[in-house]
């Protein structure tokens, strides 16, 4: 009789966490059908999971049944969607056409961080949610903010709200892109390179550039796979920095765990560079596959994360971040416009 009460007690456990799952991929559905309403779709189906998710908790409260379903989302899946968005990056076509591009990007890298530090510190604002804005507006924007989160030790609830203020004005400022095209005196290739060097996301970059023509848009979406491709060493010195800051305090409570998820993140970038395509042939067809699966898992995990947020105390800990972020990305791209 014990162990049946243990295997229904387990069998109910795994249906609550498979349903904690399925609910975080429920929203996200919600989220991409939100996405295609007009006003929406331009912020994509990231940001609109994120509101609902982030609504769901200000109206419903946390499920806290499905607690742990939705933490292997935050967490587990957010680790593979970051692995999986390895494939994205051409290391190939980096070293061979984007070298002196990628000096440029670690420029813009190191300026968007450090303005967003001391801007964030002038202005009295959070420092994590700062620190996360800093490190989305100048690499890759949620990608990168999930990816330095835990090495950092930012809260899922800043993490989320990170991943929705730069979903937020990554896609105000390509829009904000596509119509100074015309005006800003660039021949088409400059454009893509300003806007693949200043851009949050590869779909800001994208939206931004395609309009250029595919000139443009190829040596856009290549600065900004630099950038991506530096996403990796920042996170290493941002583990160092982090160890020497917490140097002589509890280092059981300030143990900083190795981000293995990064070692997929490059594996699969070399495989995605060298192997898929070449020794094994596959298609567009295949490959855009993967990118809709890995949006997919961002989705999901960002749903996690926007569950963990409360709006009670959002409006003073986002609204200083979010003036910085909008500060320093206007100065990123005048920055950017310069060093073309």
Known sequence: MASDSVTNKNGNKNALWIAGIAF???????GFLLAKVPGFDHIGQLASAIIIAV???QIFGYPEMLRA???FSSKKLLRLAIILYGLKLNIDVVFKDGLGLLVRDAVIIAFAIGAMVLLAKWMKADKNISLLLGVGTGVCGAAAIAAVAPIVKAKDEDTAIGVGIIALMGTVFAIGYTILRPIVPLIPT??????????HELAHVAIAAAPAGEDALAIALLAKLGRVFLLVPLCFILIYLMKRKSKGQDEEQNKIEFPWFLVGFILLSIFGSYVLGHSIPVSAGFMEGVSTLTTWLLTAAMVGLGL??????????AMKPLLAMTIVSICVSVLAYFII
């Open 308 to 317: 963990n947020v409360s709006l009670k105390d959002l409006r003073d800990r």
């Open 24 to 30: 975080t991929f429920f929203i996200a559905l919600l």
């Open 69 to 71: 379903g939705i933490t």
């Open 55 to 57: 609504a769901f908790r």
């Open 190 to 199: 400059d454009y893509g390179i300003w806007s693949g060097m200043s851009l």
